[in-house]
């Protein structure tokens, strides 16, 4: 059975053209069901899935230490965290983003067949994405991506346009987008790579073990000091209202710069902020530090990994208290007016994460259907079979060694180059995530397999309004103006959780749609893009 897709068809994201007569331009609407590609909606019911069962933990769980392996969970919770960390972190919201520059391209393709404007109508549509995710953010969930997604598209708009000038002619030709997006995506991984080779050039086996042995030593001497220091810290969040964030620790030398900068020369101090039990022991800090001359920069580059550790968890007692101060609270325009906090700070960092890790993965999906790989999969097979050959073998190897890093003491406490397992993470994250794509579209070409993965796609047809209603539901349960669970369920009874809200809206996703012709947040979603209402409601049959 083959699966062809025409130039009109794919998921939630896509415009058709409404009937109009033969001397007419047709103008642009949302899609028709028939012309709908179901393994796009399929394939968001499924992300939809690996999405919530990252996501459920950081309602339980501080956003300040989002992505760190919780290192105390036990027996089945730590077997389900494990799994997560190695199947679905990073992976599910590069499908996604896969699939928007796939809804991109498609739109693009139609508008330029149907002879229409595009740039404003597609803008409307971004911006009416972006205020969502604002709103989401600030009143449900600080853990929002709609804003960074809505920021990339407006990024997706910027090459729309380089590529009608003369100069940037080149970038007409779809291989360029694939030779654009692949170098992105491999940029993190060269310098990461040149960082390791740089930072092991400087030292030899010698000097790291010298190096380990004076890090444990002052690991010992800064854990036996690490109460006192928490009481200290946690003496000072206190005084800082519900719902605000103070000022957080700061490097001594940070404080030096702060003190004299108008000095020649500051005092250089010690790599950390040492407690009182630890002034005395001088000879844990590396030699170089005593040097006037060494640059500030240098010296946090020196500093021990046990310093590093220490600095770590200064931070992140203050981080996690506000929070979790603000997220357990009785009172909702607490926790609201921490997460305004929240959202602005993200909203500084959105543009590079839109521009550095959403854009290259986007330009990658626009290029799978403007060379009609999605669009004609049947013509194109063995580029998905050695997707998913190569995806599925590499991608895992890579996940379980960066998870196996992040868990082991050996490396976790002694904390070995960070880089190595970002890198080994990063690789695992694009690996699978070519192996979930190239499954379903290999799969669904059977007959079997559309009716088994078939009810993921009403959950994909709804994927805007489901994913919002994540927040709203765990938000209720977990935070102290709701049920006030924050904290108390571990990581196995939250994919529990996950299988029954999953269940739930497969079920009323399908009921819905049988009755309207899109879900709550699409249809506001589309008249607000169209500056019209949508019919929301199926005509009589």
């Given at each position: 059975m083959t699966q062809d897709i025409h130039p009109t068809a794919t998921g939630a994201d896509e415009v058709a053209p409404h009937e109009a007569a033969a001397n007419d331009a047709p103008a642009l609407a949302p899609v028709a069901e028939s012309q709908r590609l179901d393994v796009l909606d399929v394939l968001r019911g499924f992300a939809l899935i690996g999405i919530?069962?990252?996501?459920?933990?950081w309602f339980n769980r501080a956003i300040a230490v989002l992505t760190a392996p919780d290192l105390l969970a036990r027996d089945f919770d730590h077997g389900a965290g494990f799994l997560v960390k190695i199947l679905v972190e990073g992976k599910f919201y590069k499908l996604f983003s896969l699939l928007f520059g796939m809804g991109f391209a498609v739109m693009l393709l139609r508008?330029?067949?149907?002879?229409?404007?595009?740039?404003?109508?597609?803008?409307?549509?971004?911006?009416?994405?972006?205020?969502?995710?604002?709103?989401?953010?600030?009143f449900l969930w600080t853990g929002d991506i709609l804003h960074d997604y809505a920021i990339g598209a407006f990024l997706l708009l910027g090459i729309v346009w380089l590529r009608t000038k003369p100069r940037f002619a080149f970038l007409r030709n779809p291989q360029w987008l694939l030779r654009i997006s692949i170098g992105m995506l491999i940029f993190p991984l060269l310098m990461m790579s040149a960082v390791g080779i740089g930072g092991m050039l400087q030292?030899?086996?010698?000097?790291?073990?010298?190096?380990?042995?004076?890090?444990?030593?002052?690991?010992?001497?800064?854990?036996?000091?690490?109460?006192?220091?928490?009481?200290?810290?946690?003496?000072?969040?206190?005084?800082?209202?519900?719902?605000?964030?103070?000022?957080?620790?700061?490097d001594e030398d940070d404080q030096d710069n702060k003190d004299n900068k108008d000095a020649p020369k500051a005092d250089p101090g010690e790599a950390v902020a040492k407690p009182e039990a630890a002034k005395a022991d001088a000879s844990a800090a590396p030699a170089a530090d005593a040097d006037p001359k060494k640059s500030k920069k240098a010296k946090k580059e020196d500093r021990l990994a046990a310093e590093n550790w220490f600095k770590r968890k200064e931070y992140q007692t203050q981080a996690i208290f506000w929070e979790v101060q603000a997220m357990t609270s009785g009172d909702y325009w607490v926790a609201t007016k921490y997460r305004a906090r929240q959202t602005l700070e993200g909203l500084a960092g959105a543009p590079f994460f839109a521009l550095f890790l959403l854009l290259p993965i986007f330009m990658l999906g626009w290029w799978l259907v403007e060379t009609g790989k999605m669009r004609h999969p049947e013509q194109h097979l063995t580029l998905f079979r050695t997707m998913a050959w190569i995806g599925w073998p590499?991608?895992?190897?890579?996940?379980?060694?960066?998870?196996?890093?992040?868990?082991?003491?050996?490396?976790?406490?002694?904390?070995?180059p960070d880089f190595v397992t970002q890198a080994l993470h990063w690789c695992g994250q694009l690996l699978l995530c070519a192996a979930y794509v190239a499954s379903f579209v290999l799969l669904l070409r059977k007959r079997f397999f559309k009716r088994l993965f078939g009810w993921l796609a009403p959950l994909g047809r709804m994927a805007l309004t489901n994913y919002l209603t994540h927040s709203l539901v765990f938000s209720t349960l977990f935070y102290g103006y709701?049920?006030?669970?924050?904290?108390?369920?571990s990581r196995f009874p939250q994919m529990g959780l996950v299988a029954g809200m999953i269940a739930f809206q497969a079920v009323f996703s399908r009921v819905w749609l049988a009755y309207f012709n899109y879900g709550p947040m699409e249809w506001l979603w589309r008249s607000a893009t169209y500056l019209k209402w949508q019919p929301l409601r199926r005509a009589a049959r």
């Amino acid at each position: 059975m083959t699966q062809d897709i025409h130039p009109t068809a794919t998921g939630a994201d896509e415009v058709a053209p409404h009937e109009a007569a033969a001397n007419d331009a047709p103008a642009l609407a949302p899609v028709a069901e028939s012309q709908r590609l179901d393994v796009l909606d399929v394939l968001r019911g499924f992300a939809l899935i690996g999405i919530l069962m990252m996501n459920i933990e950081w309602f339980n769980r501080a956003i300040a230490v989002l992505t760190a392996p919780d290192l105390l969970a036990r027996d089945f919770d730590h077997g389900a965290g494990f799994l997560v960390k190695i199947l679905v972190e990073g992976k599910f919201y590069k499908l996604f983003s896969l699939l928007f520059g796939m809804g991109f391209a498609v739109m693009l393709l139609r508008a330029e067949e149907a002879q229409r404007p595009f740039y404003a109508w597609f803008a409307r549509r971004a911006g009416v994405l972006l205020a969502i995710g604002i709103a989401h953010s600030l009143f449900l969930w600080t853990g929002d991506i709609l804003h960074d997604y809505a920021i990339g598209a407006f990024l997706l708009l910027g090459i729309v346009w380089l590529r009608t000038k003369p100069r940037f002619a080149f970038l007409r030709n779809p291989q360029w987008l694939l030779r654009i997006s692949i170098g992105m995506l491999i940029f993190p991984l060269l310098m990461m790579s040149a960082v390791g080779i740089g930072g092991m050039l400087q030292r030899d086996p010698v000097d790291l073990q010298e190096r380990f042995a004076k890090s444990e030593a002052k690991r010992a001497e800064l854990a036996a000091a690490w109460p006192k220091r928490e009481a200290e810290l946690l003496a000072e969040a206190r005084k800082i209202a519900p719902g605000d964030v103070g000022e957080f620790p700061k490097d001594e030398d940070d404080q030096d710069n702060k003190d004299n900068k108008d000095a020649p020369k500051a005092d250089p101090g010690e790599a950390v902020a040492k407690p009182e039990a630890a002034k005395a022991d001088a000879s844990a800090a590396p030699a170089a530090d005593a040097d006037p001359k060494k640059s500030k920069k240098a010296k946090k580059e020196d500093r021990l990994a046990a310093e590093n550790w220490f600095k770590r968890k200064e931070y992140q007692t203050q981080a996690i208290f506000w929070e979790v101060q603000a997220m357990t609270s009785g009172d909702y325009w607490v926790a609201t007016k921490y997460r305004a906090r929240q959202t602005l700070e993200g909203l500084a960092g959105a543009p590079f994460f839109a521009l550095f890790l959403l854009l290259p993965i986007f330009m990658l999906g626009w290029w799978l259907v403007e060379t009609g790989k999605m669009r004609h999969p049947e013509q194109h097979l063995t580029l998905f079979r050695t997707m998913a050959w190569i995806g599925w073998p590499f991608g895992l190897v890579c996940a379980m060694s960066a998870g196996v890093l992040m868990y082991h003491p050996a490396w976790s406490e002694s904390r070995g180059p960070d880089f190595v397992t970002q890198a080994l993470h990063w690789c695992g994250q694009l690996l699978l995530c070519a192996a979930y794509v190239a499954s379903f579209v290999l799969l669904l070409r059977k007959r079997f397999f559309k009716r088994l993965f078939g009810w993921l796609a009403p959950l994909g047809r709804m994927a805007l309004t489901n994913y919002l209603t994540h927040s709203l539901v765990f938000s209720t349960l977990f935070y102290g103006y709701g049920a006030g669970w924050f904290g108390q369920v571990s990581r196995f009874p939250q994919m529990g959780l996950v299988a029954g809200m999953i269940a739930f809206q497969a079920v009323f996703s399908r009921v819905w749609l049988a009755y309207f012709n899109y879900g709550p947040m699409e249809w506001l979603w589309r008249s607000a893009t169209y500056l019209k209402w949508q019919p929301l409601r199926r005509a009589a049959r």
